[in-house]
């Protein structure tokens, strides 16, 4: 929703506007006291975020594709952000390196990078991703994302030792992801649990791999994948509870 007056304010830019004005505000004059500058999505509305990504997509196409037009370098970033949101993972891989390679603009550059890292390890390649990740933390090194996206691609190439201290890591550090430009609060307060859960029950660390288990389930959620390897750690604890019995 935005509702502004229009009359006095106008929002450029194709995609992503901004909120311009052409007189001289005094503080009383700015949203939200002038009307209201409202950004609501409801994340679980998969088809409606669908249109949206579509829709802003046709506009990326048709203002600058099919124009010859060199779009400016921030659109180029939410370009590649509408093409990640579509699961067009090489095209949005080209136009978030394109975006890397001349931007100024370290907070943005973080999530850019941590973008090419999930798409990479989506598509198991996960020295790239590590090594987007690891340029993320070279820029934030305080901040959570980046670190729970490598202790990822580690957990996948089955190095629990790396994948557990990264996780670690991000978990130690969760609370400033709200220093990042844009945070998943689920990815970032979950991830990490099921990371570890994951890694401790391939250890054999049954206890801590159930501890985490269950902070995962309560924040994350869980897949097919660690609901099979939780059936195995169950019943190594219910065997060692009977050998501690006798």
Not at 209 to 234: A, I, P, T
């Amino acid at each position: 929703e935005r509702a502004v007056d229009r009359r006095r304010w106008e929002w450029r830019a194709r995609v992503h506007e901004c909120l311009c004005v052409q007189f001289t505000p005094n503080v009383g004059e700015v949203p939200p006291r002038v009307g209201r500058v409202i950004h609501r999505r409801d994340f679980s509305d998969k088809e409606r975020s669908r249109q949206s990504l579509e829709r802003n997509l046709t506009v990326f196409e048709e203002q600058f594709e099919k124009k010859g037009i060199e779009p400016e370098l921030r659109m180029q970033y939410y370009w590649a952000n509408t093409l990640f949101g579509l699961g067009r993972f090489s095209e949005a891989l080209q136009k978030y390196n394109a975006y890397i390679e001349k931007s100024d603009n370290p907070p943005e550059m973080y999530t850019a990078l941590c973008a090419c890292s999930e798409i990479s390890s989506l598509r198991a390649e996960f020295e790239k991703a590590e090594e987007y990740a690891t340029k993320a933390i070279a820029i934030a090194p305080h901040c959570p994302t980046a670190k729970v996206h490598l202790a990822n691609s580690r957990m996948l190439r089955n190095d629990w030792a790396g994948a557990l201290w990264f996780a670690q890591e991000a978990e130690r550090v969760k609370e400033n992801a709200t220093h990042e430009p844009v945070h998943n609060p689920k990815f970032v307060h979950g991830k990490p649990h099921y990371i570890m859960a994951y890694c401790y029950g391939n250890i054999g660390d049954y206890e801590k791999s159930l501890e985490h288990f269950n902070k995962c389930s309560e924040l994350y959620g869980v897949d097919e994948s660690l609901s099979s390897l939780m059936d195995r750690v169950k019943s190594e604890v219910r065997i060692k509870g009977l050998r501690d019995s006798f």
